[in-house]
């Protein structure tokens, strides 16, 4: 219980920091590219990828996952709901298991565990499983 604070801290801190970094690395990119007066393709700024944006994404998406479903079929191809949802900011991802671990953390009971009945205690013992499950999302996350 003493390590809740320090812990929902370091998850803010990280939040932070991976925010940071992101936009730290746009406004460099920007930098060169004013100075420059062209824009810098690389592995995170592809000329297609420019191209498609400039002319429309959606479409190119959209007719990008019908050929494969066409293709792998239905069954084999996730939706394009849960590809977006894989594709997510890290640092947003992180924000959202962040608020999550933190609700199932303040619900913890803060009576000592040796007086909880056994409803308390199943209660508890759930929480503390899905808490689990958040810090590994939120480990794998971060490598």
Known sequence: MKQQEPFLDSLTATSTICKQVKEDRKNHILA??????????????????TVIETQGAAEYEEFIHS????ILGHVNVPSLDIQHEKQKAKHLYLDQQNIGCEGIINSFPTAQLSTLNANEAKKCYASTKRASQYIQGIIRNLQ
């Not at 060169?32 to 990828?49: A, H, L, M, P, V």
């Not at 050929?67 to 066409?70: L, S, T, Y």
């Open 32 to 49: 060169i590219e004013t100075s420059r007066r062209q824009k810098i393709f690389d592995s995170k700024t592809e000329y297609i990828t």
């Open 67 to 70: 050929m494969k479903k066409e």
